[in-house]
């Protein structure tokens, strides 16, 4: 797939995913079946955050003392906030946000709600839209404007170590959420120079698209005590002194809809994980003149029984050639295609076509048993589109030790490139500008002496680069 660009924006259209007209740039319209594929997304995130986190709604508007109140963080937005600064026709004597992230909205009642020690841990999240005058090329999904589906959570701590645990915890939930989408990742703690404005380390999950190029899917911020200082939050602690708590934020947006899209997509257009997929099962007919409504029985009987196994089957009785609907469902990614003909209802037999092989398999039909089968196609599905996306992940992840060989590698396979790096600021940005690519973090420490690939200095790290949207 060397278009992918083309390809991905072409199969939004086609597939209904998104509507891109929308007169306003960078920001989309979700039509039913990407709102659908976006709804079980949402899901398996809630799911995960919701055995420990609590859910609430902030305001979409922030008061501009408030957002300016912790100066690296403002700084790091400035150029990409929108402004509502008229009320009607009357001009505010405060200027309002829309927040490019809820830091700034959330902070300043996490003063008031923070009390005490045994009030800590906090952990919330909400599922929110986000604005972000981004400058760069927008893209559908991947680089917009409105993020739509933006959530993220926050939590607030009592020590330094307990935030620190919240890190690698919410890697963890991070991980099981891309696990069940089948979505591969790398995870890497992002260089100084490209954490997020105000943490002190931001740990990030990317993905590699199929032009070879990655994608940040997910980040893990630690935000230290900066926040606690500049929004005063403390808590009494048992000896009944006042100590500033200690914070993380981790964010997912849009792009983890684009990665399921981009990962698994192939030239016949979207194979969508049976989690997240809209229509799960598709049933055709394969009808004769004779026998018509025999079949169609056949096939209702068969919709109903696995839907009340809890699948979400459609079934397909258009008077169209069967051709068409089978280019149709497999272009819109249905995990699973059952046919059933009258031969079939003859022999106790149905036909079953994963999208994911779209090989034909001839089974057993018994209504007794027909979810259980159908289900355990589904799950063998999930199985083989993960391992799958992970190899082909895993091929395309190449050790380099010298920068010539990061140039031929970047230039022919693409992908990502891992070498042994000194960890220096202006070592990494000398190399991001001889490669043309980003740096996109640190994955493990050295255990072995090795020399850093760019300036021969002693390497620390295993680092990985690529290019990146
Ligand atoms: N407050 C923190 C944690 S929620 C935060 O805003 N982090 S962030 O800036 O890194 O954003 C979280 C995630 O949103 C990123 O990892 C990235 O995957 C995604 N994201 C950022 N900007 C955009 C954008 N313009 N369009 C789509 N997704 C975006
Ligand atoms: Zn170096």
Same mark, same amino acid.
């Given at each position: ?19 891109? %007209? ?18 079980? #997304? ?31 963080? +403002?700084?790091?937005? @400035? ?15 405060? !200027?309002?946000?829309?927040? *490019? ?19 800590? *841990?906090? !952990? ?20 917009? %404007?409105?993020?739509? #589906?933006?959530?993220? $959570?926050? #939590? ?18 991070? !991980? ?13 703690? %992002? ?34 005590? =900066?926040?606690?200082? =500049? ?36 030239? #016949? ?11 799960? +099962?598709?049933?055709? *007919? +394969? ?21 009340? /196994? ?11 050639? $069967? ?71 895993? @091929? ?17 396979? !693409? ?6 790096? &000194?960890?220096?600021?202006?070592? /990494?940005?000398?190399? @991001?500008?001889?490669? %043309?690519?980003?740096?996109? /973090? ?9 020399? &850093?690939?760019?300036?021969?200095? *002693?390497?620390?790290?295993? $680092? ?6």
């Amino acid at each position: 797939m060397s278009k992918f660009s083309e390809w991905f924006h072409n199969i939004l259209e086609e597939a209904e995913i998104i509507d891109t %007209r929308y007169p306003v740039k960078g920001m989309h319209v979700w039509l039913p079946q990407g709102f659908k594929l976006r709804k079980h #997304t949402l899901e398996i995130i809630g799911k995960v955050l919701d055995r420990d986190h609590e859910e609430v709604q902030f305001p979409l508007l922030i008061p501009e003392d408030e957002l300016a109140k912790e100066g690296i963080h +403002v700084k790091g937005f @400035e150029d990409e906030v929108y402004w509502v600064t008229h009320g009607g026709l009357t001009k505010l004597n405060k !200027k309002l946000a829309l927040r *490019p992230t809820s830091e700034t909205a959330m902070y300043p009642l996490f003063n008031l709600w923070v009390r005490s020690h045994s009030d800590l *841990p906090m !952990k919330f999240y909400q599922t929110v839209n986000t604005f972000r005058y981004e400058t760069r090329h927008t893209r559908p999904l991947i680089r917009v %404007r409105e993020i739509t #589906t933006f959530t993220e $959570a926050h #939590t607030v701590h009592a020590d330094k170590g307990d935030a620190e645990k919240q890190v690698r915890e919410a890697v963890k939930l991070y !991980k099981s959420i891309f696990d069940s989408l089948a979505v591969p990742y790398v995870i890497t703690t %992002r260089p100084d120079w490209d954490k997020f404005p105000g943490a002190d380390y931001t740990v990030a999950f990317d993905t590699l698209l199929p032009d070879g190029k990655t994608l940040q899917i997910g980040t893990v911020h630690n935000l230290g005590q =900066t926040f606690a200082r =500049t929004f005063e939050i403390t808590y009494e602690t048992e000896s009944g002194d006042h100590q500033y708590a200690y914070q993380t934020c981790y964010g997912l947006s849009d792009r983890v809809i684009a990665s399921v899209i981009g990962v698994h997509g192939d030239e #016949t257009g979207l194979c969508l994980p049976p989690a997240v997929a809209p229509i799960q +099962v598709v049933i055709v *007919p +394969v009808i004769f003149k004779e026998g018509k409504e025999e079949v169609l029985e056949f096939c209702r009987k068969t919709q109903e029984t696995l839907q009340d /196994g809890g699948l979400r089957v459609h079934l397909d009785d258009r008077d169209i050639r $069967a051709g068409k609907k089978y280019y149709e469902w497999e272009m819109r990614g249905v995990p699973i295609r059952i046919e059933i003909g009258p031969r079939d209802i003859e022999n106790g037999t149905f036909v079953v076509v994963p999208r994911n092989t779209k090989k034909k398999e001839f089974l057993d039909y018994d209504l007794e048993k027909i979810m259980a089968t159908v289900q355990e196609k589904l799950d063998d599905i999930s199985k083989e589109m993960l391992e799958k996306s992970w190899q082909t992940m895993k @091929e395309n992840i190449n050790t380099v030790e010298g920068v010539d060989e990061a140039m031929a590698k970047l230039n022919k396979d !693409k992908g990502i490139i891992s070498f042994s790096w &000194c960890g220096d600021t202006s070592c /990494g940005k000398d190399l @991001e500008e001889k490669l %043309r690519v980003d740096l996109l /973090g640190v994955q493990e420490d050295l255990e072995e002496e090795a020399e &850093c690939v760019n300036c021969s200095a *002693p390497a620390k790290h295993i $680092a990985l680069l690529a290019r990146t949207y």
